[in-house]
Every structure is written in C-alpha cells, then in structure tokens.
C-alpha cells in the first residue's frame, strides 16, 4: 500500500489541489447565490439576452 502511494504521489497532490479548486468555486457560487448575487453575469450587458431580466429598472 505505501509502495502505491509513493508510486503515484504525484497524481494523488494533483487530484486533491484540483479538488480543492472546484469546491472553493463551488462554495463561492453558493455563497453568491444566498446573497442575491448574479452567479453567471460578467455585467457586459450589451449584448446579454437576459439583460431584462437580470437588471430591472
């Protein structure tokens, strides 16, 4: 069992960083999303086709 991790030790720090990356993304989109927040708007509303909807006057 220790000769597999030391065999794959790289894959195994890649995989938990990538891991790390996407619930950090995940857990900011909830946190966005509770606080009434855009999840998706990047404010470029020139040429949005939900722009009526996302900002009412």
């Known amino acids: 069992m220790f000769n597999y991790i030391i065999d794959n030790l790289a894959t195994i720090i890649i ?3 990538l891991l790390t990356v996407v ?3 995940v ?3 909830i946190k966005k ?3 009434g927040k855009s ?3 990047g404010c470029a509303c020139d040429g949005c086709p939900s722009a009526s ?3 009412k006057p």
């Open 23 to 25: 619930a950090l993304i």
């Open 33 to 35: 999303k509770k606080s």
């Open 27 to 29: 857990l900011n989109m």
């Open 39 to 41: 999840i998706s708007c």
């Open 53 to 55: 909807l996302c900002h």
């Open 15 to 17: 995989s938990v960083i």
